[in-house]
């Protein structure tokens, strides 16, 4: 069983929609990193939050240490939004090193 | 700032070739990082190094081999090229541990 998990797999929404992404781990974790990943190009980070809320625009990001639970919120979804989510967690007490889950695939159609 | 550079970002090779991906980065961040992306698949770690002179074996090693003789560059060399290791390539670099990672734009190898 993967360490992190993520829900759904594949995300399509029409334009203006609110989407939620989710994530859940675990072990006990340092923190938490929400990348996005578009089609052939490269991976951006978006957020790293090890509690409450974090927003950026369009985006939020929370986090529920005691539920080992995350979500990415995006508002007014657009066309250019279109992009693979991935969650990645850095655990404590161990090497510290990134674990990934294998990412949301979002559509938004106009 | 350019950030993490790789290079290439494409590459055929053919099955015993050798290549050399580069990745450069420009923030003066102590670690470094290669990952593999497999369809389906988080990314899974390969290698990274702490700081000059310093690496480390990941998740998934075998065929491949690190050196990192500066703080800016972090070269993975592929040895015999295996059709196993067809995947992209990703490098990353970060200051210290449990910080924001900052990645490349990735290498798409083939191996044939």
């Known amino acids: 069983k993967n360490e992190v998990e993520q829900s759904p797999q594949n995300l399509t929404a029409q334009e203006g929609e609110f989407i939620t992404i989710n994530c859940s781990y675990s072990v006990g974790i340092s923190a938490l990193h929400w990348l996005q990943q578009h089609p052939g190009g490269g991976i951006v980070s978006l957020f790293m939050?090890?509690?409450g809320k974090k927003k950026h625009g369009r985006l939020i990001a929370t986090i529920n240490i005691q539920e080992k639970h995350s979500s990415l919120h995006i508002t007014a979804s657009h066309p250019r939004d279109s992009a693979v989510y991935i969650c990645a967690v850095y655990p404590q007490g161990g090497s510290e090193k990134l674990v990934f889950g294998k990412g949301t695939k979002l559509t938004v159609n106009p | 700032n350019a950030g993490v550079t790789q290079t290439p970002k494409f590459r055929i090779l053919k099955i015993g070739q050798s290549m050399t991906l580069q990745c450069t980065q420009d923030?003066?961040?102590?670690?470094m990082y290669w990952y593999r992306q497999d369809p389906g698949m988080g990314l899974k770690l390969i290698y990274y190094s702490v700081g000059a002179g310093i690496t480390d074996k990941g998740e998934v090693p075998n065929g491949y081999n690190v050196s990192r003789s500066t703080t800016e560059d972090f070269p993975l060399r592929l040895e015999l090229a295996a059709p196993s290791q067809t995947s992209v390539y990703f490098c990353?670099?970060?200051?210290?541990?449990?910080?924001?990672?900052?990645f490349g734009q990735g290498t798409r190898l083939t191996v044939v």
């Open positions: 923030m003066n961040h102590n670690y």
């Open positions: 990353a670099s970060s200051w210290g541990d449990v910080t924001e990672a900052f």
């Open positions: 939050l090890s509690s």
